[in-house]
């Protein structure tokens, strides 16, 4: 017989088999990695039945958790343990609770009665009259009850007369009722929800929406095929009524940290009879349109500064993203981030005037990059694209500054090859090469950089064109300048205990570049026009950037300002000729100003202007303002103006008005045609297991086509969403 504290690795089976934590059973007792013992009133051995007895206030601890029972055997025969008495099971803080508990320790099979389950990584309760352990993470349950939310009184629950449920996979429920509290709001035969939280295969939440000038009735629904770590696919079943259906598929893929990609297609045989005539573009659709495009991101990393990245971006026709600018995976997965798999950095509506195809090879050295280019343009403006010329290739080789015999004197260099292809009009190659030659010194406070550079171009037409123009030709140009630079700075100790320093800095530029005229009367279309140049520029720039000291003693800085003025002095423009009838010389440019101010983290402000010193208006002004809280209110305000093209409003804000309760708002404002692009208002309520968003969208086209879409988006933590929209 043995009392008091003692090691028992055979309880340790016992006790983590319930919870599918180990392995093992009582002979390997050597690959248990940690201490388990054994507390209890009394400890006892029968050697005839081959038993272990531990009874009275049973605790056992083991690594990742503990075990509480009133008494606790193990038959050692049989394999057969039972808990008995408030039996309550911690490991790795995923709990079970019952009254008897019992199973088999080598098979992992056992049952739980009158017990209750708490899934930690997905924050499930489970009860149940019986609980079955089928397998190592695996249940069955009679009389089941599940929820995700806090409470002897769940908000809403899902119950059934038979569950089973897979850790970290997929829970089925037969003859199953959701109920809010203790009402029932509908009853389902079979029912599958999602105990994962890794990533699975299943469907997505389906997306709802309706407009009467576009599409129709709108359903999408998405099922999503986690095929390996490697790999995953999303399907996307799309229905319009006014169109038919679309049906769409994204891969990605993750072959190493240096290769990986994703690739998005669809297609639709569109049945919608549309006949107009928009920006130029006209269209007779009196039957079904064939209509696609495709996206692909991959990029492979072969070594150290040597990659290859393919951005592939198609569509079927012109009319393609004004047809679907309301929704589509473009828009939904547009993103400047350069993280992998969020590369869809156009805006997919029916503002894009073209899209680019690339393929580009890069290779680094310490002084050079090489980088090979094909590049495929559509020109969404125009219904034929013969006109528009293509890169197949361009090879650049760029040799960055470098000393050229001595320190003195600096080299920097670019040359490439280009071949311009279309199919109608003017094409051919093109070689150029550009060496700068630069003596940077110091005079006093006063960087100083005098340079000269020189272009030379050649290029062969491979078209048969007959227009005067010079077959194959040469180009040559000189340029020089000069630059002079400094910076003058001051820091302003201010002693407080996080903010410590602050430094102002004003780096003034003036800077002067020369290009004389030179012949081109003959040169082809597809090479550059290099306009004669004689102008100064200068620019002033001023910071503050405060020096922090945080509460763990690392020093933080924080750029609080940066305002930039710049503007260029024509000399080609102030000895113009003028008769008394034609306009005075204007040899001063427009004033550019750039300000950004981030006075606190919460808050940011950055404006954008060009002022016309000659007319004496501001011919640009974009302003944004950003704020956001601890609280989760946000508020981001844009203004844009631009002298008889565009003047707009965008304000987006997001305001909690209760730890529950938020309110969306967003308008975008044309006040050149004065009248709302997009007016949204929603309200978003939000508890512990479940929210819901009601909203409701105006927003109108270029074609003045309006469409007003109802949103309900209802989650419940756990089991998805469902959106209608």
């Given at each position: 017989?043995?009392?008091?504290?003692?090691?028992?690795?055979?309880?340790?089976?016992?006790?983590?088999?319930?919870?599918?934590?180990?392995?093992?059973?009582?002979?390997?007792?050597?690959?248990?990695?940690?201490?388990?013992?054994?507390?209890?009133?009394?400890?006892?051995?029968?050697?005839?039945?081959?038993?272990?007895?531990?009874?009275?206030?049973?605790?056992i601890t083991f690594t990742g958790g503990f075990l509480k029972a009133d008494t606790v055997q193990l038959d050692r025969r049989t394999n057969m343990a039972l808990a008995e008495g408030r039996v309550y099971v911690d490991?790795?803080?995923?709990?079970?609770?019952?009254?008897?508990?019992?199973?088999?320790?080598?098979?992992?099979?056992?049952?739980?009665?009158?017990?209750?389950?708490?899934?930690?990584?997905?924050?499930?309760?489970?009860?149940?009259?019986?609980?079955?352990?089928?397998?190592?993470?695996?249940?069955?349950?009679?009389?089941?009850?599940?929820?995700?939310?806090?409470?002897?009184?769940?908000?809403?629950?899902?119950?059934?007369?038979?569950?089973?449920?897979?850790?970290?996979?997929?829970?089925?429920?037969?003859?199953?009722?959701?109920?809010?509290?203790?009402?029932?709001?509908?009853?389902?035969?079979?029912?599958?929800?999602?105990?994962?939280?890794?990533?699975?295969?299943?469907?997505?939440?389906?997306?709802?929406?309706?407009?009467?000038?576009?599409?129709?009735?709108?359903?999408?629904?998405?099922?999503?095929?986690?095929?390996?770590?490697?790999?995953?696919?999303?399907?996307?079943?799309?229905?319009?009524?006014?169109?038919?259906?679309?049906?769409?598929?994204?891969?990605?893929?993750?072959?190493?940290?240096?290769?990986?990609?994703?690739?998005?297609?669809?297609?639709?045989?569109?049945?919608?009879?549309?006949?107009?005539?928009?920006?130029?573009?006209?269209?007779?659709?009196?039957?079904?349109?064939?209509?696609?495009?495709?996206?692909?991101?991959?990029?492979?990393?072969?070594?150290?500064?040597?990659?290859?990245?393919?951005?592939?971006?198609?569509?079927?026709?012109?009319?393609?993203?004004?047809?679907?600018?309301?929704?589509?995976?473009?828009?939904?997965?547009?993103?400047?981030?350069?993280?992998?798999?969020?590369?869809?950095?156009?805006?997919?509506?029916?503002?894009?005037?073209?899209?680019?195809?690339?393929?580009?090879?890069?290779?680094?050295?310490?002084?050079?990059?090489?980088?090979?280019?094909?590049?495929?343009?559509?020109?969404?403006?125009?219904?034929?694209?013969?006109?528009?010329?293509?890169?197949?290739?361009?090879?650049?080789?760029?040799?960055?500054?470098?000393?050229?015999?001595?320190?003195?004197?600096?080299?920097?260099?670019?040359?490439?090859?280009?071949?311009?292809?279309?199919?109608?009009?003017?094409?051919?190659?093109?070689?150029?090469?550009?060496?700068?030659?630069?003596?940077?010194?110091?005079?006093?406070?006063?960087?100083?950089?005098?340079?000269?550079?020189?272009?030379?171009?050649?290029?062969?037409?491979?078209?048969?064109?007959?227009?005067?123009?010079?077959?194959?030709?040469?180009?040559?140009?000189?340029?020089?300048?000069?630059?002079?630079?400094?910076?003058?700075?001051?820091?302003?100790?201010?002693?407080?205990?996080?903010?410590?320093?602050?430094?102002?800095?004003?780096?003034?530029?003036?800077?002067?570049?020369?290009?004389?005229?030179?012949?081109?009367?003959?040169?082809?279309?597809?090479?550059?026009?290099?306009?004669?140049?004689?102008?100064?520029?200068?620019?002033?720039?001023?910071?503050?950037?405060?020096?922090?000291?945080?509460?763990?003693?690392?020093?933080?800085?924080?750029?609080?300002?940066?305002?930039?003025?710049?503007?260029?002095?024509?000399?080609?423009?102030?000895?113009?000729?003028?008769?008394?009838?034609?306009?005075?010389?204007?040899?001063?440019?427009?004033?550019?100003?750039?300000?950004?101010?981030?006075?606190?983290?919460?808050?940011?402000?950055?404006?954008?202007?060009?002022?016309?010193?000659?007319?004496?208006?501001?011919?640009?002004?974009?302003?944004?303002?950003?704020?956001?809280?601890?609280?989760?209110?946000?508020?981001?305000?844009?203004?844009?103006?631009?002298?008889?093209?565009?003047?707009?409003?965008?304000?987006?804000?997001?305001?909690?008005?209760?730890?529950?309760?938020?309110?969306?708002?967003?308008?975008?404002?044309?006040?050149?045609?004065?009248?709302?692009?997009?007016?949204?208002?929603?309200?978003?309520?939000?508890?512990?297991?479940?929210?819901?968003?009601?909203?409701?969208?105006?927003?109108?086209?270029?074609?003045?086509?309006?469409?007003?879409?109802?949103?309900?988006?209802?989650?419940?933590?756990?089991?998805?969403?469902?959106?209608?929209?």
């Open positions: 017989m043995l009392t008091g504290k003692k090691r028992w690795i055979t309880a340790l089976v016992l006790l983590t088999l319930v919870t599918g934590y180990a392995e093992l059973d009582a002979a390997q007792e050597d690959r248990f990695s940690g201490p388990v013992d054994i507390v209890a009133n009394h400890i006892s051995y029968d050697a005839d039945l081959d038993t272990y007895y531990a009874e009275g206030d049973v605790l490991s790795d803080r995923d709990i079970l609770e019952g009254e008897r508990v019992d199973f088999d320790v080598v098979t992992k099979i056992g049952t739980v009665n009158g017990g209750k389950m708490f899934l930690a990584k997905n924050h499930f309760y489970i009860k149940g009259e019986r609980i079955e352990k089928t397998g190592e993470a695996s249940y069955r349950l009679e009389g089941a009850k599940v929820t995700s939310c806090d409470g002897e009184k769940p908000d809403w629950s899902v119950v059934g007369s038979e569950l089973e449920v897979t850790v970290d996979g997929y829970g089925v429920i037969k003859h199953g009722r959701f109920q809010i509290r203790d009402f029932p709001i509908f009853y389902t035969p079979y029912m599958v929800f999602p105990a994962k939280t890794t990533r699975q295969s299943g469907l997505l939440a389906p997306r709802f929406s309706y407009s009467k000038d576009r599409n129709g009735l709108d359903i999408e629904l998405p099922f999503y095929w986690a095929i390996n770590e490697q790999s995953d696919a999303t399907f996307y079943q799309r229905y319009m009524s006014e169109r038919g259906w679309k049906q769409g598929v994204e891969f990605r893929y993750y072959l190493s940290p240096n290769s990986f990609g994703t690739f998005y297609g669809d297609y639709i045989s569109d049945q919608k009879r549309v006949s107009e005539t928009v920006g130029g573009l006209s269209r007779d659709w009196q039957e079904n349109q064939s209509r696609w495009s495709y996206y692909l991101n991959h990029q492979t990393t072969f070594a150290s500064g040597f990659a290859i990245r393919s951005d592939l971006r198609r569509v079927s026709d012109p009319w393609y993203f004004r047809d679907f600018s309301s929704y589509n995976y473009y828009l939904d997965n547009y993103s400047l981030s350069e993280a992998p798999f969020r590369r869809v950095n156009f805006l997919a509506n029916e503002t894009l005037s073209s899209l680019d195809s690339t393929v580009r090879l890069t290779k680094d050295w310490p002084l050079y990059n090489l980088t090979a280019l094909v590049r495929y343009t559509d020109d969404l403006s125009s219904i034929k694209n013969d006109w528009t010329l293509q890169k197949y290739p361009e090879i650049t080789l760029t040799g960055f500054d470098q000393p050229l015999f001595s320190e003195l004197l600096r080299l920097n260099f670019t040359g490439y090859y280009t071949h311009w292809y279309r199919q109608e009009g003017q094409r051919g190659h093109i070689g150029e090469i550009r060496p700068v030659l630069s003596v940077p010194f110091t005079l006093g406070p006063l960087s100083v950089r005098p340079w000269a550079g020189f272009q030379g171009d050649v290029w062969e037409r491979t078209d048969s064109v007959e227009d005067g123009v010079d077959k194959r030709g040469s180009r040559s140009v000189f340029r020089s300048g000069t630059g002079l630079y400094t910076e003058i700075a001051k820091v302003y100790n201010i002693g407080g205990k996080t903010f410590e320093k602050l430094r102002h800095s004003i780096y003034p530029a003036l800077e002067y570049e020369y290009v004389p005229e030179v012949a081109q009367d003959r040169i082809p279309q597809f090479l550059s026009y290099i306009s004669a140049q004689n102008y100064i520029s200068y620019s002033f720039t001023q910071t503050l950037t405060s020096r922090m000291r945080e509460a763990d003693g690392a020093v933080s800085y924080q750029e609080l300002m940066r305002f930039k003025l710049a503007q260029v002095y024509n000399i080609i423009e102030s000895r113009r000729d003028t008769d008394t009838l034609g306009p005075s010389n204007r040899p001063f440019s427009a004033v550019y100003l750039e300000l950004d101010v981030k006075p606190f983290p919460f808050l940011t402000m950055a404006a954008r202007n060009v002022y016309d010193v000659n007319s004496g208006i501001w011919t640009q002004n974009n302003y944004d303002l950003r704020f956001t809280n601890s609280q989760g209110d946000s508020l981001t305000a844009g203004y844009r103006y631009t002298k008889n093209e565009l003047e707009e409003i965008n304000l987006w804000l997001r305001k909690s008005v209760t730890s529950s309760l938020s309110a969306l708002y967003i308008l975008k404002r044309n006040k050149l045609l004065n009248r709302n692009v997009e007016s949204t208002i929603g309200i978003n309520y939000r508890k512990q297991c479940w929210d819901i968003m009601l909203g409701v969208s105006d927003k109108v086209n270029d074609r003045e086509e309006r469409d007003r879409s109802f949103m309900v988006l209802v989650s419940l933590t756990g089991l998805g969403g469902l959106r209608l929209q």
